[in-house]
């Protein structure tokens, strides 16, 4: 079974959580909402996502500081954040946002349909991600088994080509040890 994608939403107002919950609703996207930079920090720990939805402006530590603790760490600097901000249409908040790592920023009042075609696009590239790593590991795996069996055959048939006269036997145990060994 999949796991289902997780977009992790960040700003001090709770109402301001619950209204992107409400425009996220009915995506193929977990959401999983906290208050503080720290929060979110935290949260990274634990759970992997598809996409974050980052308040640029929050007290203690703000979007901006928490967007850069986010891409130091080799475990989250791959997530796509959107800075999300009621402050003016400054550009040098953009600015900022963009060098710390953003993939968007967009100020309120913002389109809540492009809000969500922008997490689906990102929720969708999440889950192929995960399916081409899924794929990868089982081709790993195969080429695996492929080399077991093919070290077999070569050893079989440097046995059948000698003299001995338990070669035979030898050969045959080795490939039916090896067939039974990479059987599904």
């Known amino acids: 079974m999949t796991q289902m994608a997780k977009a992790l ?7 301001n959580l619950m209204a992107l919950e409400a425009i996220l609703q009915g995506l193929p996207v977990q ?24 308040d640029a402006q929050m007290p203690d530590m703000d979007g901006f500081e928490t967007a850069s603790h986010i891409k130091r760490r080799e475990r989250t ?30 100020t309120k009042p913002f389109d809540p349909w492009v809000l ?8 969708e590239l999440w889950v ?4 081409l790593a899924a794929q990868s590991d089982l081709v790993r795996e ?5 080399r077991v069996l093919t070290d077999a055959v070569d050893e079989a048939t440097a046995l059948l080509a000698t003299d ?11 490939l039916e040890q090896a067939r039974w060994t990479n059987t599904p």
């Open 9 to 15: 939403l960040v700003d001090d107002r709770r109402e």
């Open 31 to 54: 959401s999983v909402a906290v208050e503080s930079g720290e929060a979110a920090l935290k949260q990274l720990l634990v759970d992997d996502f598809a996409v974050i939805l980052l």
């Open 77 to 106: 600097r791959h997530v796509p954040i959107i800075f999300l901000t009621a402050a003016d249409r400054d550009a040098q908040l953009a600015l900022r946002g963009y060098a710390v790592g953003a993939v968007d920023y967009l």
């Open 116 to 123: 969500r075609a922008k997490v689906s696009v990102f929720v």
């Open 128 to 131: 192929k991600t995960r399916q």
């Open 142 to 146: 195969r080429d695996a088994q492929w």
């Open 164 to 174: 001995d006269p338990d070669a035979r036997d030898r050969a045959i145990h080795l």
